[in-house]
């Protein structure tokens, strides 16, 4: 049987991807599948900008609003779950459309996601000791004679991720690149193509602003004002989406309503241009479609 087709529809926020995505699978039967990591959360439906009723009424969405915000998912829990979906449709037969601007999602599903083991609690604190108690120039020079291609790529003062390679390191005896070379594509080249939505920036800026407008409108103060009553850890990753730290400082006394939609627009435009960075270096080689802003 021959396997159905896989379209990878890819964009920053606000460029009318979910438009095209809709009208495609409108148009061919094909079921739209989340690849966004905002739209999993069912406590963001306004301020991810999830499709509406009316568009899932249209053709079939998979994966969207399925996640509580205090559940955190990772690149690999829905890599796992879109897989799942498109074995699904691979034994019906039935085309399918990944839509989304989450880069690391297409990213795992056509370059592959490294299978680095969990490491352990206590291997990881005693990393964390070490680097506190040497400081980052000895931390490093240590991390540089088991592991200098992922000391040489981190960022000066990235903590974290210099911590993760000396534990990867300690629990495994692999480095961090060792693990990303064994990598393989999740689905075949020859299974799917990719498409990425770019309008021009000043259109799209545009649409950024008509969107956080129209968010305030219908409803996303209540949604943050839901959120905040969770007191939910604001690490989690439905806690940093673009709106909820505006308008919780604005519900908070922080800031008026105009200064929090201003700060808002801000992010939105910025996250939308980082999106469009990221998508120009990383899928240089796809087609592009200008959108519908």
């Known amino acids: 049987m021959p396997h159905p087709s896989i379209t990878l529809i890819a964009g920053p926020t606000a460029s009318g991807k979910s438009r095209l995505a809709l009208e495609t699978a409108q148009a061919t039967g094909a079921v ?7 739209q999993l959360y069912a406590d963001l439906d306004i301020l991810s900008a999830r499709p509406s009723g009316v568009d899932e009424a249209a053709a079939e969405h998979r994966l969207y609003g ?25 034994t019906a037969g039935r085309p399918a459309l990944l ?24 291997v990881r604190d005693r990393a964390q000791a070490r680097y506190d108690s040497e400081g980052e120039a000895a931390f490093r020079l240590h991390l540089a004679e088991i592991d200098p291609a992922s000391e040489a790529a981190i960022a000066p003062g990235d903590r974290q991720r210099l911590v993760r390679a000396l534990s990867v390191h300690e629990q495994t005896g692999r480095t961090l690149g060792a693990f990303k070379a064994d990598t393989r594509p999740l689905i075949a080249p020859g299974r799917w193509s990719g498409l ?15 969107r956080v407008d129209v968010m305030i409108q219908t409803g996303a103060l209540d949604e943050v004002r839901a959120l905040a009553a969770r007191r939910l850890d604001p690490a989690l990753p439905a806690m940093k989406a673009v709106g909820v730290r505006e308008l919780s400082a604005h519900l908070a006394g922080e800031m008026t309503l105009d200064d929090a939609v201003a700060a808002m627009k801000q992010a939105t435009r910025n996250y939308a241009k980082r999106q469009l960075t990221w998508f120009r270096n990383q899928t240089a080689d796809w087609p592009r479609h200008s959108g519908f802003v």
């Open 99 to 122: 839509v989304g601007g989450t880069g690391l999602y297409f990213l795992s599903l056509t370059r592959g996601l490294a299978d680095i083991p969990h490491v352990l609690p206590q």
């Open 32 to 38: 739209i599948l989340n690849a966004d990591s905002q």
């Open 196 to 210: 990425v939505v770019e309008p021009p920036r000043d259109r799209l800026y545009a649409a950024c602003d008509r």
């Open 66 to 90: 399925v996640a509580d915000a205090a559940d955190a998912w990772s690149v690999g829990r829905w890599t796992r779950a879109v897989l799942t979906e498109l074995a699904a449709l691979e």
